[in-house]
């Protein structure tokens, strides 16, 4: 079965400035790929590559075709959401007008209704506040809006850069619960890029440590959580 995404020699850079070196990654369909790493080990650098963002060498396909060098825009139109860090919502708009937002490349207007009704099951306090600016959220309530307006797009491949950062426990474990529930009821793929190694690896099958825009690790997330030596010395538990 092809890979729905596969990264081979994936290089990418800021200026001149090399930050990714010589990648290989692959996420299967329909699992949920984590990528590992401290703060500066090239992460997001890895997402905006794949969302056509920066300057890149090397190879990436989706679904056996050829993405690197498309514009980003085409690249969404092929059904990949980027979640960025920092949430990116609008402030100004309202939680609804946020949401149909997601959804302004789609012309099934009636399957965009029915798709709202289906987010506001994973997301029920996105509903309650449909209609307020989205710049009076809770951070775990601006984190939810990101994602549901990235699944608004109804993406073959959902991209969440560190989806945890700045949250409470227990808002991280509602988040984490949601993506699994996205991945395993509505067979989304999700490729997700976190600091939070635990919960990630929970709900993840497969997963990749990163490095210095190096990769030093991978393979089945259970084995990875099991590894001694790579709990004590990545994975900080």
Do not use: C
Not at 150 to 176: I, K, N, Q, W, Y
């Amino acid at each position: 079965m092809v890979p729905l995404l596969e990264a081979r020699n994936l290089e990418a850079y800021y200026g001149w400035s090399k930050v990714l070196h010589g990648l290989d990654l692959t996420v299967e369909k329909g699992k949920v790929t984590v990528v590992l790493g401290a703060n500066g080990a090239g992460k997001t650098t890895l997402l905006r590559a794949i969302s056509g963002l920066i300057r890149t060498t090397g190879e990436i396909r989706f679904d056996g075709v050829r993405i690197d060098g498309k514009a980003p825009e085409d690249i969404v139109r092929l059904g990949i959401a980027h979640v960025p860090e920092g949430r990116g919502t609008f402030p100004n708009l309202t939680v609804l007008e946020n949401l149909r937002l997601g959804a302004y490349t789609r012309k099934d207007k009636q399957e965009v209704r029915r798709d709202l009704d289906r987010i506001y099951t994973y997301f029920p306090v996105l509903k309650q506040k449909s209609n307020s600016p989205a710049g009076l959220l809770s951070g775990g309530e601006q984190q939810m809006l990101a994602i549901a307006r990235g699944l608004m797009l109804r993406p073959r491949l959902l991209m969440l850069d560190e989806p945890s950062l700045g949250l409470a426990p227990v808002v991280v474990a509602d988040l984490f619960r949601i993506v699994r529930a996205i991945n395993e009821d509505d067979g989304v793929t999700v490729l997700l890029v976190e600091q939070d190694a635990v919960g990630a690896l929970e709900v993840s099958q497969y997963a990749y440590l990163l490095e210095t825009g190096h990769i030093v690790s991978s393979g089945p997330a259970d084995e990875l959580r099991q590894n001694d030596s790579i709990r004590k010395s990545y994975l900080g538990y």
